[in-house]
């Protein structure tokens, strides 16, 4: 029995997508890490503002806390050089729009920067253009000269939010994620991925896992659908030049990300035969379903994968053919015609999501805050 047509699929076109977002402030919990710090990051002492400044030799200028892990923390800052003359609050939005992202590793982590993410940044510095917008971007970073330093990276700050605080909207929603987002969602990773894998020299992302995959509404590659970025590159590894990646460092990558497609294409779906046993016992065949016949291949591919446990054997190259090859251009056949429905049903995902995270981009009183304290230090010193 083939699958019915499902009526149960929508995205967003939208020409004011960027305009939402924009207006809203709607960034992120990003560039890595976990997200338990406290919301009340205005309250920060300026003492531990300073520490960006401190650690970045005075190039940057703390705002607030973005995130924080076991061995780094994220913080939103501003380019000192970006103040130039600005001392009037009227100057605020030219400041907000030289926000970025400082991660700062603690003091007794400096061998994990140092063997895993300054490699990774400087690669990413020589990515193509057509694929710089798949991966978060590196402005600045320390070469760790002294164990006395705490090491650092700036990258642009991306206005968004990760695909965990999308799946939690999507739960509390109890709505299912919209195929096509799906679909643009495994094109975009599958692109990003690929390249890491396949360049040289190649590198592994590391850590690949749901809240390090951002999703930015304010840049869009395809119109209606945000560009998917890769953050946090602590566990990267960057191989040699002209070796190519073990077989086994691919396979893990690629069925983490198949394992991310599988959970959010299922999310809150109520099909029958939805978990990995119907791969694993064979049955299956006949599935109590209304997903659309593209979008139950999907599933299969990505189930039979998952249950092999592997991306590629010998007996299994024609899966692999699927996942690597005809998969992807059949999803972008869908994605790029999808129906205004579907485009307007992304749309309210994203917006929903929006609505629902925790904002802690910096607030223009914050940026005023510091804007005066320069102020205030520039006189005392006249």
């Given at each position: 029995?083939?699958?019915?047509?499902?009526?149960?699929?929508?995205?967003?076109?939208?020409?004011?997508?960027?305009?939402?977002?924009?207006?809203?402030?709607?960034?992120?919990?990003?560039?890595?890490?976990?997200?338990?710090?406290?919301?009340?990051?205005?309250?920060?002492p300026s003492s531990?503002?300073?520490?960006?400044?401190?650690?970045?030799?005075?190039?940057?200028?703390?705002?607030?806390?973005?995130?924080?892990?076991?061995?780094?923390?994220?913080?939103?800052?501003?380019?000192?050089?970006?103040?130039?003359?600005?001392?009037?609050?009227?100057?605020?939005?030219?400041?907000?729009?030289?926000?970025?992202?400082?991660?700062?590793?603690?003091?007794?982590?400096?061998?994990?920067?140092?063997?895993?993410?300054?490699?990774?940044?400087?690669?990413?510095?020589?990515?193509?253009?057509?694929?710089?917008?798949?991966?978060?971007?590196?402005?600045?970073?320390?070469?760790?000269?002294?164990?006395?330093?705490?090491?650092?990276?700036?990258?642009?700050?991306?206005?968004?939010?990760?695909?965990?605080?999308?799946?939690?909207?999507?739960?509390?929603?109890?709505?299912?994620?919209?195929?096509?987002?799906?679909?643009?969602?495994?094109?975009?990773?599958?692109?990003?991925?690929?390249?890491?894998?396949?360049?040289?020299?190649?590198?592994?992302?590391?850590?690949?896992?749901?809240?390090?995959?951002?999703?930015?509404?304010?840049?869009?590659?395809?119109?209606?659908?945000?560009?998917?970025?890769?953050?946090?590159?602590?566990?990267?590894?960057?191989?040699?030049?002209?070796?190519?990646?073990?077989?086994?460092?691919?396979?893990?990558?690629?069925?983490?990300?198949?394992r991310m497609m599988?959970?959010?294409?299922?999310?809150?779906?109520?099909?029958?035969?939805?978990?990995?046993?119907?791969?694993?016992?064979?049955?299956?065949?006949?599935?109590?379903?209304?997903?659309?016949?593209?979008?139950?291949?999907?599933?299969?591919?990505?189930?039979?994968?998952?249950?092999?446990?592997?991306?590629?054997?010998?007996?299994?190259?024609?899966?692999?053919?699927?996942?690597?090859?005809?998969?992807?251009?059949?999803?972008?056949?869908?994605?790029?015609?999808?129906?205004?429905?579907?485009?307007?049903?992304?749309?309210?995902?994203?917006?929903?999501?929006?609505?629902?995270?925790?904002?802690?981009?910096?607030?223009?009183?914050?940026?005023?805050?510091?804007?005066?304290?320069?102020?205030?230090?520039?006189?005392?010193?006249?």
């Amino acid at each position: 029995m083939r699958p019915k047509r499902c009526n149960a699929s929508s995205s967003l076109c939208t020409n004011n997508l960027l305009d939402v977002y924009i207006t809203k402030s709607v960034l992120p919990q990003e560039h890595s890490t976990n997200n338990h710090e406290p919301e009340m990051a205005n309250l920060i002492p300026s003492s531990f503002l300073s520490d960006v400044a401190f650690a970045t030799h005075n190039k940057y200028v703390g705002i607030s806390l973005a995130g924080k892990g076991f061995t780094a923390e994220v913080w939103y800052a501003i380019p000192r050089s970006a103040f130039g003359s600005i001392n009037h609050p009227a100057d605020v939005g030219l400041l907000r729009s030289h926000i970025c992202a400082v991660k700062l590793y603690k003091l007794y982590s400096p061998q994990i920067y140092l063997k895993n993410e300054l490699p990774a940044m400087k690669r990413l510095q020589t990515i193509p253009d057509e694929l710089r917008a798949r991966f978060t971007e590196p402005l600045d970073f320390s070469e760790a000269e002294s164990d006395n330093e705490r090491c650092w990276v700036a990258m642009k700050a991306i206005p968004g939010f990760t695909l965990t605080q999308l799946r939690g909207a999507a739960l509390l929603s109890k709505k299912v994620v919209p195929q096509e987002f799906v679909f643009h969602m495994y094109i975009q990773l599958h692109k990003a991925l690929k390249f890491l894998h396949t360049s040289d020299p190649p590198m592994t992302k590391g850590d690949l896992v749901a809240v390090n995959v951002m999703i930015d509404p304010s840049t869009q590659d395809v119109p209606g659908f945000p560009n998917i970025k890769l953050i946090d590159f602590g566990g990267a590894q960057v191989g040699k030049i002209g070796v190519p990646l073990s077989k086994h460092a691919m396979d893990s990558e690629w069925n983490w990300m198949y394992r991310m497609m599988y959970d959010l294409a299922l999310l809150n779906h109520t099909c029958e035969y939805t978990n990995e046993s119907v791969f694993t016992t064979g049955g299956g065949n006949e599935r109590n379903c209304t997903h659309e016949i593209d979008f139950s291949d999907f599933i299969d591919t990505l189930g039979y994968a998952l249950a092999a446990g592997r991306r590629l054997d010998e007996s299994n190259l024609e899966q692999e053919m699927n996942l690597q090859e005809r998969l992807p251009r059949v999803l972008k056949i869908r994605r790029d015609f999808a129906c205004p429905e579907a485009l307007q049903a992304i749309e309210r995902l994203l917006e929903g999501t929006g609505k629902s995270i925790n904002n802690k981009f910096p607030t223009d009183q914050q940026i005023l805050d510091v804007l005066s304290e320069r102020t205030s230090t520039s006189s005392s010193r006249l």
